[in-house]
């Protein structure tokens, strides 16, 4: 047998040099960029200071690709763009081009392989989200379903400007809520509304008990002895329902089918523009899981755009135009109403209440 | 293995103009058959209306403690492709930008050795091949690393820095977000590799307020781009706008701190009383850009809900002179930097972000132990409650 050379492992080589993977125009112009206009809600045109011109064109993608996905953006970057393209943090595709004769041809190719171009101005965004069904042990819904479903409904408003501002949607399907979702203007999340049951045997080999008694933010959890054994139990009446604990223990699942659902969250913004950065706000604390299609959250989110629009200034986001009209009117406009569960009770829930005499009536 | 389900309720997901997931799933499935049993468990989940992922179980590779999340099937005698379904992290080009040769490799790894299923890019940043075993998991490996790439982070570690496009593609940039993103990512990469802190710990660099990559909602230290010096004004360009749009009632009166406005047809801006929020930039790109004296503002503390609410960043540095400690090798910022994770490892408990640590010791606390002196910039308003604990070093 002939004596094979062993290759050496590679570890820890860090992250890759991203200079290999800029166009010569990114390079020549690094630092040296003037303005930019968006041209249409696919494309927008970067001017550096020597008056050279990049356009980007914007594609929607589902986040989750396949190999022949790659390879289908791969091939327009190859035939338009020298083979360069990035990603935003929306998870857009964004194909970089330096002839602008490529820009139209290039949307043309993508709309005939039945690509989205959009996403670029007062527009809704590419809809952030999380694993959902397909490849997560915490979730409380799908992610993936609900973000098509929405997006098939809003189509019209990622191809074209028509909303007040740019509106941002995200989707987490539990309270772990990977991505910025705590911060858009409106939110989708996943939420569970019963206790986590707990398996005494596995706990006892699976789980740490500090650690498992820590992970709960309304320190529900308790030292209990099982059968003799050390163990824990759950104050049902404080318990939050967030879920926290299973994800340290695995033998504290807390997913229930005829229980979980999605609650939607308005008005947040990461962006200091103008005000500044909040959080999103309750709308509706529950709706059932409806798959395939999720009608229920479909029609919410389209009730609070219709309102938006209808009642927001030019460049108001969601929240700055709740903010201008008052919550009152905003659960009146969309008819969502207004429960106990809007009231705050958590940590800061004090500092969330109207100290003034100051109301629409 | 690759035996086809039927999959009635997914398929009502192929239907419409959004680019659809299923679809996505379905054309992996055609390279890596394995990847129908993740269509098959799927569907049981839209039956079901609960996920089936089992919890526990670790997946890795030799000498990391991070970089893979392991995923098992619920029902693995009935799906086996996905009886193991782990997915690798892997650290992203500095602003998410990449070439097609890269990106066709790394599709090919993904075929050979995994579900042929990709995230372009998990929440925190991350590439993430998706649907592999625990064998195949040193294979994969090696081939991304072979490609020049590395693992990234996950657990109770240092998480991938991100950043955005930056000076790349951006004249908002105040600063060169990718190279401090790279640099940082190079410095830290035993903290990425080998979870040794309390949780985890994130950094992530917007290079203007716009703050596209939400380090500020997101990051445990968030670096916006700013600048101390004059707006430059292009009063011809001005013009050109107010001939267009009513600049008075969408820029001037939107401005938070009402610094800016007309005398005759000519702009001025009190800079002093400017906050940087970027809205007048925004809308009038060609008229106005940053100053000179260009760095970033540090905010700390900001997470998602769990354990105990979510939290915003606070500004903790007002100006950080980048340009200048990039000379320096960030010297002063490693330096920060590891006061701050000192602390939070003397003081954090298990499962405490840095921001919850702040908000159980107090700032001042914080800012003592970092080394850092209070400032106003620091608080929306000074304390209204009369409730001092003076110290005795105080006469």
């Known amino acids: ?361 | 293995m690759g035996k086809k389900h039927q999959t009635p309720l997914l398929d009502e997901l192929k239907k419409g103009k959004w680019i659809s997931f299923v679809r996505e799933i379905e054309r992996a499935a055609e390279k890596s058959e394995r990847t129908e049993d993740l269509l098959g468990q799927v569907e049981e989940s839209y039956r079901d209306k609960v996920n089936h992922w089992k919890h526990g179980g670790m997946a890795g590779v030799k000498s990391y403690g991070a970089g893979m999340v392991g995923r098992f099937s619920e029902f693995p005698d009935k799906y086996p492709g996905i009886k193991e379904c782990h997915s690798m992290r892997i650290i992203p080009s500095a602003g998410f930008f990449y070439n097609s040769d890269f990106l066709r490799k790394l599709a090919d790894i993904s075929e050979k050795y995994a579900g042929g299923l990709l995230n372009f890019h998990g929440a925190t940043g991350n590439i993430q091949v998706l649907g592999m075993s625990q064998a195949e998991a040193e294979d994969v490996f090696q081939a991304v690393a072979e490609l020049g790439f590395d693992l990234g982070g996950s657990g109770s570690d240092l998480r991938t820095p991100s950043c955005c496009a930056g000076q790349a593609r951006c004249e908002f940039a105040n600063y060169d977000t990718m190279k401090i993103c790279h640099d940082l990512t190079e410095e830290y990469l035993d903290e990425l590799h080998r979870p040794a802190f309390n949780y985890k710990f994130k950094l992530k660099f917007s290079g203007c307020a716009n703050d596209c990559v939400a380090s500020a909602a997101r990051s445990d230290l968030a670096f916006i781009g700013t600048w101390k010096d004059k707006i430059k004004i292009n009063q011809d360009e001005v013009k050109n706008y107010v001939k267009k749009l009513n600049v008075q009632k969408y820029v001037l009166d939107k401005c938070p701190t009402k610094c800016m406005w007309f005398e005759g047809e000519k702009l001025v801006i009190d800079d002093e009383n400017c906050v940087k929020c970027m809205h007048c930039i925004n809308v009038l790109p060609k008229a106005l850009r940053s100053g000179d004296e260009k760095g970033a503002s540090i905010l700390i503390g900001a997470k998602a809900p769990l354990v105990t609410g979510p939290r915003m960043g606070m500004m903790l540095v007002p100006f950080y002179d980048i340009n200048e400690d990039a000379k320096n090798d960030y010297e002063w910022l490693k330096g920060l930097i590891s006061n701050m994770w000192e602390f939070w490892d003397e003081y954090g408990v298990s499962r405490e972000r840095i921001g919850e640590l702040i908000g159980r010791v107090g700032l001042n606390t914080f800012l003592e132990g970092i080394g850092l002196e209070p400032i106003p910039e620091m608080v929306g308003h000074p304390r209204s409650n009369p409730f001092i604990k003076f110290t005795e070093d105080e006469d």
Request: net charge neutral; glycine share 8%; with cysteine.
């Open chain 1, 1 to 361: 047998m002939a004596e094979e050379i062993k290759k050496k492992r590679l570890t820890d080589i860090g992250p890759h040099d991203y200079n290999d993977y800029l166009s010569p125009m990114i390079k020549k112009n690094y630092g040296k960029w003037a303005f930019h206009e968006i041209l249409d809600p696919g494309t927008m045109v970067h001017v550096a200071e020597n008056g050279d011109k990049l356009y980007t064109v914007r594609m929607g993608s589902p986040r989750l690709v396949s190999g022949s996905f790659v390879r289908d953006i791969c091939d327009i970057a190859d035939k338009y763009c020298g083979g360069h393209l990035r990603f935003t943090t929306r998870n857009n595709v964004e194909f970089l081009i330096e002839d602008e004769k490529n820009v139209e041809p290039l949307k043309k190719d993508l709309e005939k392989m039945g690509y989205n171009v959009g996403g670029i101005g007062n527009i809704i965004a590419n809809i952030v989200h999380t694993q959902g069904w397909i490849h997560c042990h915490t979730s409380a819904s799908d992610a993936s379903g609900v973000v098509k479903s929405v997006m098939d409904e809003l189509y019209e408003y990622f191809v074209e400007d028509k909303l007040p501002s740019k509106t941002r949607i995200a989707f987490a399907c539990c309270l772990n809520m990977c991505g910025s979702v705590s911060s858009s203007d409106i939110a989708i999340v996943g939420t569970h509304r019963k206790p986590p049951r707990i398996d005494a045997e596995r706990l006892r080999n699976l789980c740490e008990i500090p650690s498992t008694i820590a992970a709960c933010p309304t320190n529900s959890i308790r030292p209990d002895t099982v059968d003799g054994k050390p163990g824990v139990k759950v104050n049902e009446e404080t318990c939050v329902f967030c879920g926290s604990c299973y994800t340290v223990c695995p033998a504290m699942p807390i997913a229930n089918a005829e229980n979980d659902g999605l609650s939607i969250w308005v008005g947040g913004k990461v962006s200091n523009a103008r005000t500044k950065p909040t959080f999103s706000k309750l709308a509706i604390p529950f709706i059932p899981n409806d798959p395939p299609r999720w009608p229920g959250v479909v029609d919410a989110i389209k009730t609070i755009l219709n309102a938006y629009k209808e009642g927001a200034e030019p460049g108001e986001r969601v929240g700055e135009w709740i903010e201008r009209i008052g919550w009152s009117r905003f659960f009146k406009i969309t008819g969502f109403p207004f429960t106990k569960y809007h009231i705050d009770d958590f940590r800061l829930a004090e500092t969330t209440m109207n100290y003034s005499s100051h109301t629409r009536l």
